[in-house]
C-alpha cells in the first residue's frame, strides 16, 4: 500500500515539476546546413548580432531555441564562398505544438514556467536550409561555368 501511495505521490511531483515540451525535445535544436555548390563558409549570428559559430556547409548546427523568458532565438546564416555572391538566410523560433500539450498533462506549471524557462515551448525553422549561391560576373567560378556550359553545345 505505501508503494502505490508513493508511486502516485511521485508521478504527480514529476507532472508538476515538468511541461510537455521539455519532455519531448529539451536542448538545441539540429539544423541542416547546406549550399549549392558545397563548400560555402557559413557564419551564424543570434538575435543580438553576435557571432555564435562558423562551419563548411554541409553541416549540422545545434541551437538554442530559447532568447529569453517566453522569447525565442532568431539566427541570422551568413553565406560566403570566393567567386559566389554572399547571402543570407534566417532562421526563426516558432511555439512547438508539444507546448499546448501542458493544457491537458503538464498543467500551469509546465505552461507558464518550465516550457518558458527551459526553452522547450520553441523549435527552429526551418529545420534544413539548402542556399543556392550566384556566381560573381567575371569569377573564376563564373569562367568555369561558362567552359562546361561552352562546351556542352
Given at each position: 500500500?505505501?508503494?502505490?501511495?508513493?508511486?502516485?505521490?511521485?508521478?504527480?511531483?514529476?507532472?508538476?515539476?515538468?511541461?510537455?515540451?521539455?519532455i519531448v525535445h529539451n536542448g538545441p535544436r539540429a539544423v541542416s546546413v547546406a549550399?549549392?555548390?558545397?563548400?560555402?563558409?557559413?557564419?551564424?549570428?543570434?538575435?543580438?548580432?553576435?557571432?555564435?559559430?562558423?562551419?563548411?556547409t554541409p553541416f549540422v548546427a545545434h541551437l538554442e531555441p530559447k532568447y529569453g523568458y517566453f522569447k525565442g532565438q532568431t539566427y541570422r546564416l551568413v553565406f560566403e564562398k570566393d567567386g559566389f555572391a554572399p547571402s543570407?538566410?534566417?532562421?526563426?523560433?516558432?511555439?512547438?505544438?508539444?507546448?499546448?500539450?501542458?493544457?491537458?498533462?503538464?498543467?500551469?506549471?509546465?505552461?507558464?514556467?518550465?516550457?518558458?524557462?527551459t526553452g522547450a515551448m520553441f523549435n527552429i525553422v526551418p529545420k534544413n536550409v539548402q542556399q543556392s549561391l550566384t556566381p560573381v560576373q567575371g569569377s573564376a567560378a563564373d569562367v568555369s561555368a561558362a567552359a562546361v556550359s561552352g562546351s556542352a553545345n
Open positions: 500500500m505505501r508503494f502505490k501511495v508513493l508511486s502516485i505521490v511521485l508521478a504527480m511531483a514529476m507532472s508538476v515539476l515538468t511541461g510537455c515540451a521539455s549550399s549549392e555548390p558545397p563548400g560555402a563558409k557559413v557564419s551564424i549570428y543570434n538575435r543580438s548580432d553576435v557571432l555564435i559559430s562558423t562551419h563548411t543570407e538566410a534566417m532562421l526563426k523560433s516558432e511555439v512547438s505544438g508539444w507546448y499546448f500539450g501542458n493544457i491537458v498533462f503538464g498543467g500551469l506549471i509546465g505552461m507558464l514556467a518550465v516550457d518558458p524557462a
